[in-house]
């Protein structure tokens, strides 16, 4: 501890310094306001263990400078506003600030999982601790720069993790710390991906229950509920997070957990982007789970007895929690993942019903014992550079009503002219035992129904500019005729799964009023003046209500 405390010794010495300096007007306090930000931080229990100190010297030493680039005013155009940010920052965070002119700007830009979101923001931030994400954003806030945050990049949806030159983009993969608490709790920063995650804990003996794709970052994994693998097991991705570490709009630093603002512990879970910048995690770990698992490939003109065999699979997940499955659905193949947590000496027997189809082709992944890491890698299919755009609904279990979706579907592929696109769509399960196992582990903002259920992803990728328009129509027809269908027949389940939704849906909404309302509550009591609702690009905000 003795190099922390000489720091502190320092600081004391400097504010000292500072308070015979004569005073700027109010307009232009942006120094004094950052050095402040920074102690405070500095005095937070996890950041005191990070490379903070050398901000403070860098902010004394331009003071003057930063000032000066920082005073903006109402009439100063929102592109002048981003310049003065980026510059701010480049003083304070020097080589690992990129605008235009720098050599790393494209890789920058062209990190997003989707082309969609390659947008040109004026400049990209790599943050390395809590107390830098806490500068940045007190940056962002004095110059009333529009932001917007990116972490793995996987969200499709255009400015959600993206933005244009009218902002600046905090990209926190820097943040990409990983420990193991001697009661097994992991500590996670945001920039790590769930491949990153497993590979760290396999050899340690232990196992998170997190994303399905390699490069899938855990924010917002998270922070929209997180599908795994086997939610039967322990519920969502979500329901294993035991402590939040955000960053608020004033850039103070918290935990939110059960015992420490347990409000706001509540709303990120499952809420979004709306309350703060989560710069750590503290999640549950569990013993390594064995995993036998295979990837099925099925000619897709079978599909009414493939789509059979799934809701067999579904129904016999209420009595076995170990069973897994999620259905690919392309215009060429089926594919059919099975997963079991466990290292049987047979085959499940509820997998029988695939086993039993005449249209098997053969396998993608043959049957094989791992674990969840081993599953994530065999599995890290995808990330090649293509436009994307998801859509979310969920409906009740019902042979029925798959048959129709996926005749509109084949209707659809016939009309649709998009030469470059695939449409595809995934069925995703959750069984009443998942939603139990949910609520078992703590409240969350989802208000999910306890019913055994499927999670519809639709999807469309694309290549060229040219089918933009018929893209978008195709899967909004897509997404939307599942709704109506389910609606029809009296199957469909109001909520929209926040990771594989788009920007046209109104995903909070759908948590139910009581839900809504809470997270309405919160927002105001930890970000009263609505900064993250004015100043965030896009994403699913509330202010968006």
């Known amino acids: 501890m003795a190099p922390i405390k000489s720091c502190f010794h320092y600081l004391s010495a400097l504010t000292l310094l500072l308070a015979f300096i004569p005073r700027i007007s109010t307009a232009i306090i942006l120094s004094r306001d950052l050095k402040a930000t920074i102690h405070n931080a500095l005095e937070h229990e996890y950041t005191m263990r990070t490379p903070g100190y050398g901000l403070q010297v860098k902010i004394a030493e331009s003071s003057a400078l930063i000032d000066s680039i920082a005073a903006v005013d109402d009439a100063t155009p929102v592109s002048k506003r981003a310049t003065a940010a980026c510059r701010v920052a480049e003083i304070i965070f020097p080589g690992r600030v990129f605008a235009a002119n720098s050599s790393e700007y494209q890789a920058e830009q062209e990190y997003n999982w989707s082309q969609t979101c390659w947008l040109p923001a004026a400049c990209f931030i790599r943050p390395q601790s809590a107390v830098d994400v806490a500068a940045a954003l007190k940056i962002i806030r004095h110059t009333g720069t529009k932001f917007a945050v990116r972490t793995g990049g996987h969200n499709p949806n255009s400015g959600f993790g993206s933005i244009d030159g009218s902002g600046v983009l905090l990209d926190l993969r820097d943040l990409d710390f990983l420990s193991l608490d001697d009661d097994a709790t992991l500590q996670a920063g945001p920039g790590n991906t769930w491949g990153k995650v497993y590979d760290f804990l396999d050899p340690h003996g232990r196992s998170a229950i997190g994303g399905r794709h390699y490069t899938v970052g855990l924010p917002g994994f998270l922070l929209g509920g997180g599908m795994t693998f086997f939610p039967n097991l322990y519920g969502l991705g979500i329901d294993s997070v035991k402590n939040f ?31 703060g910048i989560v710069t750590r995690f503290d999640i549950e770990t569990h013993p390594l789970h064995n995993v036998q698992y295979s990837l ?44 079991y947590a466990d290292w049987p000496a047979e085959p499940p027997k509820a997998f029988t019903p695939f086993a039993n189809l005449k249209s098997f082709w053969g396998h993608f992944i043959p049957p094989m014992n791992g674990t969840i890491a081993s599953l994530t890698s065999s599995i890290n299919i995808g ?107 009296g199957k469909l389940i109001e909520y929209q799964f926040m990771n594989d939704a788009s920007y046209t849906q109104t995903v909070l909404e759908s948590y139910g009023e009581e839900n809504l309302k809470r997270l309405k509550a919160v927002q105001q009591k930890f970000d009263p003046e609505s900064f993250f609702q004015k100043f965030q690009g896009d994403g699913f905000l509330l202010r968006k209500l």
């Not at 570490?245 to 990120?268: G, H, K, M, T, Y």
Request: some cysteine.
């Open 245 to 275: 570490e955000v960053v608020l709009s004033d850039s103070r630093i918290v935990n939110a957990n059960a015992d420490e603002n347990p409000d706001l512990f509540q709303a990120l879970k499952g809420g979004g982007p709306n309350f």
């Open 296 to 339: 099925n490939l099925y000619d897709p003109s079978d599909y009414k007895a493939i789509l059979e065999a799934t809701t067999q699979v579904q129904h016999a997940m209420e009595s076995d929690s170990k069973i897994g499955l999620f259905l690919n659905v392309n215009p060429t193949v089926i594919i059919a993942g099975l997963l």
């Open 383 to 489: 990330d090649y550079p293509a436009k994307r755009e998801p859509y979310a609904v969920s409906t009740e279990v019902d042979h029925g009503l798959y048959v129709q979706v996926h005749e509109k579907y084949l209707g659809l592929l016939k009309t649709a002219n998009m030469p470059s696109a695939n449409l595809s769509y995934t069925i995703q399960p959750v069984s009443r035992g998942a939603v139990e196992a949910s609520k078992e582990r703590g409240s969350s903002s989802l208000g999910l129904k306890p019913v055994s259920q499927t999670w519809w992803a639709p999807l469309v990728e694309w290549f060229d500019d040219s089918d933009d328009e018929a893209a978008h129509k195709a899967l909004n027809s897509l997404g939307t005729g599942v709704q109506c269908l389910a609606e029809d027949g």
